[in-house]
Nanobody
């Protein structure tokens, strides 16, 4: 069984930065890709960013130029550096293994003055 555990969320002022981490554990042979998603209660979960083992990245248009995803798949970890945060970035952020039903428990990010 594979588990994903996120960390690094919190409260930050507009224009500030946060770095999220997600660590995978359990019966893992190899990670091909990992991703970050976010969801406000009552709304659909949306893609924030993904990265593959060949370091190919994708980003939502709303975060391009502000967020950066990186990985250390040798340590089963993925990161999301979030800069120039805006109030509309306030969400619960989830880590996900694409092509599986495996999700983390989520970490709250709140951007407010």
């Amino acid at each position: 069984q594979v588990q994903l555990v996120e960390s690094g969320g919190g409260l930050v002022q507009p224009g500030g930065s946060l770095r999220l981490s997600c660590a995978a554990s359990g019966s893992i042979f190899r990670i091909a890709a990992m991703g970050w998603y976010r969801q406000v209660p009552g709304k659909q979960r949306e893609l924030v960013a993904t990265i593959t083992s060949s370091k190919t990245t994708t980003y939502a248009d709303s975060v391009k130029g502000r967020f950066a995803i990186s990985e250390n798949f040798g340590e089963y970890t993925v990161y999301l550096q979030m800069n120039s945060l805006k109030p509309e970035d306030t969400d619960v952020y989830y880590c996900h293994l694409p092509a599986t039903t495996i999700w983390g428990q989520g970490t709250q990010v709140t951007v407010s003055s």
